[in-house]
T-cell receptor
Framework: KNEVEQSPQNLTAQEGEFITINCSYS?????LHWLQQHPGGGIVSLFM???GKKKHGRLIATINIQEKHSSLHITASHPRDSAVYIC??????????????FGKGTHLIIQP | NAGVMQNPRHLVRRRGQEARLRCSPM?????VYWYRQLPEEGLKFMVY????????ESGMPKERFSAEFPKEGPSILRIQQVVRGDSAAYFC???????????FGNGTRLTVT
């Protein structure tokens, strides 16, 4: 079982719809990241959070540490939001610092 | 302020050749991470470096792969004697501090023929 699971794997929606992408993890973490990867391949960091909720424009990210779950929401979705959204966690480590552990991504398509 | 710069964007190598991938972190960033994205798979951590030090290389294959981040110049990911299975996108990310948000480069797409 992967340490970071995302759902759904694929999501197609109409422009304007409210989008939710979920991420569950099974390890202790110090932070959770949401990333966006466009068809051209570049990766943009959307959020880094360790508790509560963050909002940036039409994007909202929440995390529940007790339930080991995070959600990414997109309000008033637009075709330009079409991308792969990746959840990644930074695990607690003993003496050093680990890199991130990634989910497999959610492929989102917003149709006009 | 330029972002994380990776070059080349695309690299084609024949089996057995060496591949060198370069990453210049954002100005002021001393933490560099390398990740690999195999076709149809998710990103995987490879190595975490600070200037002149490898902090965590637990994701690096034991043979043929090495990384460095010298005092001057970019971080280099080096793959010796490449094989077809090394074909992937290699991403570099940097941050100013350990628990800061990461900034990613556009990646280097390596194709081994």
């Amino acid at each position: 079982k992967n340490e970071v699971e995302q759902s759904p794997q694929n999501l197609t929606a109409q422009e304007g719809e409210f989008i939710t992408i979920n991420c569950s993890y099974s390890v202790g973490i110090s932070a959770l990241h949401w990333l966006q990867q466009h068809p051209g391949g570049g990766i943009v960091s959307l959020f880094m959070l360790s508790s509560g909720k963050k909002k940036h424009g039409r994007l909202i990210a929440t995390i529940n540490i007790q339930e080991k779950h995070s959600s990414l929401h997109i309000t008033a979705s637009h075709p330009r939001d079409s991308a792969v959204y990746i959840c990644a966690v930074r695990k607690y480590s003993g003496g050093g610092a680990d890199g991130l552990t990634f989910g497999k991504g959610t492929h989102l398509i917003i149709q006009p | 302020n330029a972002g994380v710069m990776q070059n080349p964007r695309h690299l084609v190598r024949r089996r057995g050749q060496e591949a060198r991938l370069r990453c210049s972190p954002m100005k002021g960033h001393s933490h560099v991470y390398w990740y690999r994205q195999l076709p149809e798979e998710g990103l995987k951590f490879m190595v975490y470096l600070q200037k002149e030090n490898i902090i965590d290389e637990s994701g690096m294959p034991k043979e043929r792969f090495s990384a460095e981040f010298p005092k001057e110049g970019p971080s280099i990911l080096r793959i010796q004697q490449v094989v077809r299975g090394d074909s992937a996108a290699y991403f570099c990310a940097s941050s100013p501090e350990l628990h800061s948000p990461l900034h990613f480069g556009n990646g280097t797409r390596l194709t081994v023929t």
